[in-house]
């Protein structure tokens, strides 16, 4: 049973720090991307960062850029979100999702998605 698990989500002051973590079990991922989706109160799920499993080859939206970094551990099959300088407009349900390579790294084209962590930054 293929599982993704997200944990280090929480409440944190504008400006501070998380670091989200994503433990996978039950498949290799080798020929997987895997990344970050998030979801607002009352918005749709959007495109956070992903990173190639094999390669390491990472993309960022706009929004995030320069602020969040996405790591893995092939060792410990987990990837990482290294999220600083948050701010409240992060406040959002962080998922952790992975997908084939060969797609486009869409909500609609995920394999496998976590349950999610809630991160809440407070103004």
């Known amino acids: 049973q293929v599982q993704l698990v997200e944990s280090g989500g929480g409440l944190v002051q504008a400006g501070g720090s998380l670091r989200l973590s994503c433990a996978t079990s039950?498949?290799?991922?080798?020929?997987?991307?895997l990344g970050w989706f998030r979801q607002a109160p009352g918005k749709e799920r959007e495109f956070v960062s992903r990173?190639?499993?094999?390669?390491?080859?990472?993309t960022y939206a706009d929004s995030v850029k320069g602020r969040f970094t996405i790591s893995r551990d092939k060792d410990k099959n987990t990837m990482y979100l290294q999220m600083n300088g948050l701010k409240p407009e992060d406040t959002a349900d962080y998922y952790c999702a992975a997908a084939l390579g060969f797609r486009s790294f869409l909500a609609t084209n995920i394999d496998y998605w976590g349950t999610g962590t809630l991160v809440t930054v407070s103004s």
């Open positions: 990173i190639n499993w094999i390669s390491g080859t990472t």
């Open positions: 039950g498949r290799s991922f080798n020929y997987y991307e």
